[in-house]
């Protein structure tokens, strides 16, 4: 990244090209406007104004106006095309804003009966506000670069007095300059303490282009706008999906990184679950016991009478199996309801059930849980 680059992202967003034009080479004169008439209505008595008072045609003209809704006038100003060289007008393609340096003032707060005094280079400007919004007029008298402090002074005291009853007077030190807006819908100026910001409707009233062209290249301007944004917007984009590419990639190293680890470290995790279950095992067969008189018991305590036992097993220490016969089915399946009840059984199964001469025969089997198993109190002498 280049030097010129760095300090010009330090500088943040620079402030939109607008040309200012010699306040010498325009004609300004205040026209009365219709009441409640319409921005539209307002450039079209512009327009007629313009040819009333102007020897050439509007066509012939680069010219802009300034009027405020609800003011009951309107400033115009125009100047002769030929008084610009094409390598002017070229200029005005590129830039946002083109229209006379004194409008820079236009849409600030000014109070009654105050006159802005604008220096140039080609001499003296006042802008002169009655009661009104819109300046009652605008004065310009050239200053020969020469020319001294007396000759500079008579100069103002001659503008003043042709502005009018002045009863306050800002007095710039330097002609206005664009800066940096807070909006992009506005333009922002200032001189000195006096700041000033336009609205982008009123400075499209204030830009002295031709209209048409002047449309054609907002247009353009706009496209190029949201072209640029849409490339911001790509970029932004892309180097989202970079960052989750690396990131996947990053993710990829430490998984490889967690599987290598848990693969070296695998025969180690087998010994020890190994030595974990055999010493679990022998803890089992050290610490436990079978108990199946323990079961028989609870089993047969809650026996109906017509279920007669003909043989048990035990699976594990914690189920007991029990083949055996009934007279009834309705009393084995009202023994398996009553045994599931009971606190000491996690579960009754009843299988191989077989019917013959009147005789059932069927498996019993109960799972119990092992806090009910405890060995039997020996009997006492």
Same mark, same amino acid.
């Given at each position: 990244?280049?030097?010129?680059?760095?300090?010009?992202?330090?500088?943040?967003?620079?402030?939109?090209?607008?040309?200012?034009?010699?306040?010498?080479?325009?004609?300004?004169?205040?026209?009365?406007?219709?009441?409640?008439?319409?921005?539209?209505?307002?450039?079209?008595?512009?327009?007629?104004?313009?040819?009333?008072?102007?020897?050439?045609?509007?066509?012939?003209?680069?010219?802009?106006?300034?009027?405020?809704?609800?003011?009951?006038?309107?400033?115009?100003?125009?100047?002769?095309?030929?008084?610009?060289?094409?390598?002017?007008?070229?200029?005005?393609?590129?830039?946002?804003?083109?229209?006379?340096?004194?409008?820079?003032?236009?849409?600030?707060?000014?109070?009654?009966?105050?006159?802005?005094?604008?220096?140039?280079?080609?001499?003296?400007?006042?802008?002169?506000?009655?009661?009104?919004?819109?300046?009652?007029?605008?004065?310009?008298?050239?200053?020969?670069?020469?020319?001294?402090?007396?000759?500079?002074?008579?100069?103002?005291?001659?503008?003043?007095?042709?502005?009018?009853?002045?009863?306050?007077?800002?007095?710039?030190?330097?002609?206005?300059?664009?800066?940096?807006?807070?909006?992009?819908?506005?333009?922002?100026?200032?001189?000195?303490?006096?700041?000033? #910001?336009?609205?982008?409707?009123?400075?499209? @009233? %204030?830009? +002295?282009?031709? *209209?048409?062209?002047?449309? &054609?290249?907002?247009? =353009?301007?706009?496209?190029?706008?949201?072209?640029?944004?849409?490339?911001?917007?790509?970029?932004?984009?892309?180097?989202?999906?970079?960052?989750?590419?690396?990131?996947?990639?990053?993710?990829?190293?430490?998984?490889?990184?967690?599987?290598?680890?848990?693969?070296?470290?695998?025969?180690?995790?087998?010994?020890?679950?190994?030595?974990?279950?055999?010493?679990?095992?022998?803890?089992?067969?050290?610490?436990?016991?079978?108990?199946?008189?323990?079961?028989?018991?609870?089993?047969?305590?809650?026996?109906?009478?017509?279920?007669?036992?003909? #043989?048990?097993?035990?699976?594990?220490?914690? @189920? %007991?199996? +029990?083949?055996? *016969?009934?007279?009834?089915? &309705?009393?084995?399946? =009202?023994?398996?309801?009553?045994?599931?009840?009971?606190?000491?059984?996690?579960?009754?199964?009843?299988?191989?059930?077989?019917?013959?001469?009147?005789?059932?025969?069927?498996?019993?089997?109960?799972?119990?849980?092992?806090?009910?198993?405890?060995?039997?109190?020996?009997?006492?002498?």
């Amino acid at each position: 990244m280049s030097l010129s680059l760095i300090k010009s992202l330090k500088a943040g967003t620079p402030p939109p090209k607008v040309m200012l034009l010699s306040d010498a080479l325009f004609f300004v004169r205040a026209v009365p406007v219709a009441a409640g008439a319409t921005a539209a209505e307002v450039a079209a008595q512009a327009e007629l104004a313009l040819e009333s008072l102007s020897p050439f045609p509007p066509a012939q003209l680069y010219h802009g106006f300034h009027w405020v809704p609800g003011a009951e006038r309107a400033l115009v100003y125009a100047a002769y095309r030929r008084r610009f060289t094409s390598d002017q007008t070229a200029e005005w393609e590129q830039a946002e804003l083109v229209m006379p340096a004194f409008a820079a003032v236009l849409g600030g707060e000014i109070r009654p009966a105050t006159a802005v005094l604008i220096p140039s280079e080609e001499g003296l400007t006042a802008v002169y506000w009655d009661t009104s919004p819109v300046p009652a007029r605008v004065v310009f008298r050239a200053i020969a670069p020469e020319a001294d402090g007396t000759a500079r002074a008579t100069v103002r005291d001659e503008v003043l007095r042709l502005a009018g009853e002045t009863r306050h007077v800002v007095d710039l030190k330097a002609a206005p300059v664009a800066e940096v807006a807070g909006s992009e819908r506005e333009f922002a100026f200032r001189a000195g303490d006096l700041a000033v #910001r336009i609205p982008g409707p009123v400075a499209a @009233t %204030l830009d +002295v282009r031709d *209209r048409t062209e002047l449309a &054609a290249l907002r247009r =353009a301007r706009a496209r190029d706008v949201i072209f640029w944004r849409s490339f911001l917007g790509c970029l932004a984009l892309i180097g989202l999906l970079l960052l989750g590419e690396f990131s996947l990639m990053g993710l990829a190293l430490w998984q490889k990184t967690r599987v290598t680890r848990a693969t070296a470290q695998q025969p180690v995790v087998e010994k020890i679950m190994t030595a974990q279950t055999i010493t679990t095992r022998v803890k089992e067969l050290s610490t436990r016991r079978l108990l199946p008189i323990e079961m028989i018991l609870m089993v047969g305590s809650k026996k109906p009478e017509a279920i007669t036992f003909l #043989r048990t097993t035990t699976s594990g220490f914690y @189920t %007991l199996k +029990v083949d055996a *016969r009934s007279t009834s089915p &309705a009393a084995v399946s =009202a023994y398996q309801t009553l045994l599931t009840q009971q606190p000491f059984a996690e579960k009754v199964e009843i299988s191989d059930q077989r019917s013959r001469d009147g005789m059932m025969t069927f498996t019993l089997s109960v799972t119990f849980r092992p806090e009910a198993l405890k060995p039997a109190a020996p009997a006492t002498p």
